[in-house]
């Protein structure tokens, strides 16, 4: 039997579920609200802008054995606020490029959300992680 992110993360485990939705959507909205402030000022400085977060920030960009996700999972493979405040911030720069690193759905692919926004998803299993690209700058 496999482990779930929710009896491997001490700060998620015995919670019911509400208590699980309630903490996570929490976290998800902290996250944002920490994440605009360095966003902002990097679309103030920078054209191409690359942002890791753990969690796919779209449903595009939920990868499961090769397809996307489906809507029962969906609250639990992304973050919502994340893709809100990503999704504004590259409508509000049409000329800035954003490229999103993220995992934790365990399957790979890319999406392209808008012109100058995508989301690579990068796969991996427990214990195993694996390189999804190497970049040069």
């Known amino acids: 039997m496999s482990a779930s992110d929710f009896d491997l993360i001490e ?6 579920r509400q208590e ?9 909205r902290q ?3 920490e994440a605009r402030t360095v966003l902002v000022e990097a679309l103030a400085q920078y054209p191409r802008i690359v942002m890791a977060t753990h969690y796919p920030p779209f ?3 939920c ?6 996700s ?14 809100e405040l990503l999704l504004a911030s590259a409508e509000e720069h049409p000329d ?5 690193l993220c995992g934790h759905t365990h399957s790979r692919g890319k999406v392209d959300i808008l012109p100058n926004l995508k989301v690579w ?3 991996a299993q427990y214990g195993a992680p694996e390189i999804a690209h190497v970049f040069q700058f």
Request: charged share 20%; net charge positive; with cysteine.
């Open 11 to 16: 700060d998620l485990r015995g919670l019911t």
């Open 20 to 28: 699980l939705v309630t903490k996570l959507f929490y976290l998800g």
């Open 31 to 33: 996250a944002a609200q």
């Open 59 to 61: 449903q595009d960009a």
């Open 63 to 68: 990868w499961h054995e090769g397809s996307i």
């Open 70 to 83: 489906n809507k029962e999972w969906l609250p639990w493979f992304t973050c919502k606020a994340m893709g």
């Open 96 to 100: 800035r490029q954003i490229l999103v």
């Open 121 to 123: 998803t990068g796969g």
